[in-house]
């Protein structure tokens, strides 16, 4: 089945550290996307990209970086620059329709 | 500025009751999306319905239904007879051409609905 898988599932970073949360899809699409979604603020787009080797900031891009190298994968990397990473991370693709495909999600904790 | 509203953040009812979701949004674009997404403690966002700017038909699927205005902005989501495997956060989403030129998604602050049994 075509679909997106976001691993790992649960990760924990020590302050200072940075970590990759990776995002890989079978699904054939153009356009990939990072969220961030803290309680009560909805989802906020960190990172996207529209086709292999570009991507945009979003809204909230600050303290991560992006590399999309391959189509099937959009891995983002939290840097020790982002002050408050606990949060809950999701990716989407989307193909000709404007709807998106969502991962399952990574829970990242500091420690 | 596109904008999603979503002025219930808890809701809880007893289980078969009916519930209606709120949701107004803005924007200026002449065409766009709406869409609900169901968030269950899992994590994933499940796909509800999407609806375009064009197409005012509410729609009814089992039991749920969606109530789209454009005249108010507004594009509400019920649940019929609720049930407990409803209990979950639902958000509701608008895509529309964004300054940037490509259809980008704007969030609302999800609703966490709590049915109890």
């Known amino acids: 089945d075509g679909g997106i898988t976001q691993s790992p599932k649960y990760l924990f970073r020590k302050e200072g550290q940075n970590v990759t949360l990776s995002c890989e899809q079978n699904l054939n699409h153009d356009a990939m996307y990072w969220y961030r979604q803290d309680p009560g603020q909805g989802l906020r787009l960190i990172y996207y990209?529209?086709?292999?080797?570009?991507?945009q900031k979003g809204d909230i891009a600050e303290g991560y970086s992006v590399s999309r190298e391959k189509k099937e994968s959009f891995p983002l990397t939290v840097t020790s620059a982002q002050k408050n990473p606990t949060a809950f991370y999701l990716c989407?693709?989307?193909?000709?329709?404007?709807?998106?495909?969502f991962g399952s999600g990574t829970r990242l904790t500091v420690v | 500025a596109q904008k999603v509203t979503q002025a219930q953040t808890e809701i809880s009812v007893v289980e078969k009751e009916d519930v209606t979701l709120d949701c107004v949004y803005e924007t200026r674009d002449t065409t766009y999306y709406l869409f609900w997404y169901k968030q269950p403690p899992s994590g994933e966002l499940v796909f509800l319905i999407r609806r375009n700017s064009f197409d005012e038909q509410n729609e009814i699927s089992g039991r749920y239904s969606w109530n789209f205005q454009k005249s108010t902005s507004s594009f509400n989501f019920t649940i019929t007879a609720s049930q407990v495997v409803d209990s979950a956060v639902y958000f509701c989403a608008l895509s529309d051409l964004s300054t940037s030129g490509t259809y980008k998604y704007i969030f609302g602050t999800g609703t966490r609905l709590k049915v109890l049994a």
């Open positions: 990209s529209q086709i292999v080797n570009d991507f």
């Open positions: 989407a693709s989307k193909g000709g329709s404007p709807g998106y495909t």
